[in-house]
């Protein structure tokens, strides 16, 4: 099986865009999820995509937002960026055995 | 709210010896999951190994094993004949709530030669 895929794999922003990130899953997967990684915070979750509907939601902003399609693809999204957005955005899937994610290449967003 | 805690940020060790990776927990929960990743410079986030809280036995794959203590909320990594390909940063992770996993700050492990 194919592993969990994200797009873009680098991306340069100034402040004050928007930006959409794009994951898909393992095939079969229907649960996505979001975690973004900075130097300072660390690891932090996002949220969650289960069957095109929000499951779990982290501690961010409403600029941060995402959906996930019939095929279980996934888009998050990210309006006004700021310069504390710069960070590696992780794409992960939840598959067997029970309870595990695995994760996608990352998208590096950098903005400017 | 639960948390994770690992205390070592950086750590090395010589090929072929064993490293043990401390991480600790806090949960009210009784069933959940344990994780160890490792993410080497690509960046890429890499299972190593898991445990259900609710098994006793410890978890093991290949030179990676577990020490699962989870009256003391305690959940350790050992590496057995380090190899200069373990070197990375690992993260303890948790989960009760399958598709939101809570992560330590890592610890940096380098392998010398």
């Known amino acids: 099986k194919a592993g969990v895929t994200q797009t873009p794999r680098y991306l340069i922003k100034t402040r004050g865009q928007q930006v959409t990130l794009s994951c898909s899953p393992i095939s079969g997967h229907r649960s996505v999820s979001w975690y973004q990684q900075t130097p300072g915070q660390g690891l932090q979750f996002l949220f969650e995509y289960f069957s095109e509907t929000q499951r779990n939601k982290g501690n961010f902003p409403g600029r941060f937002s995402g959906r996930q399609f019939s095929n279980s693809r996934s888009e998050m999204n990210v309006s006004t960026l700021e310069l504390g957005d710069s960070a590696l955005y992780l794409c992960?899937?939840?598959?067997?055995?029970?309870?595990?994610?695995?994760f996608g290449p990352g998208t590096r967003l950098l903005v400017l | 709210a639960q948390t994770v805690t690992q205390s070592q940020p950086e750590m090395s060790v010589q090929e072929a010896e064993t490293v043990t990776l401390s991480c600790t927990y806090d949960?009210?929960?009784?069933?959940?999951?344990l994780f160890w990743y490792k993410q080497p410079p690509s960046r890429q986030m890499i299972l190593v190994i898991r445990q259900e809280a609710y098994k006793q036995q410890n978890a093991t794959e290949n030179r990676f094993s577990v020490n699962f203590q989870k009256a003391a909320k305690s959940f350790s990594l050992k590496i057995s004949d380090s190899q200069l390909g373990d070197t990375a940063m690992y993260f303890c992770a948790f989960t009760s709530q399958g598709g939101k996993l809570i992560f330590g700050q890592g610890t940096e492990l380098s392998v010398k030669p």
């Open positions: 992960a899937s939840l598959g067997t055995p029970q309870e595990t994610q695995y």
């Open positions: 949960t009210s929960e009784n069933n959940y999951y």
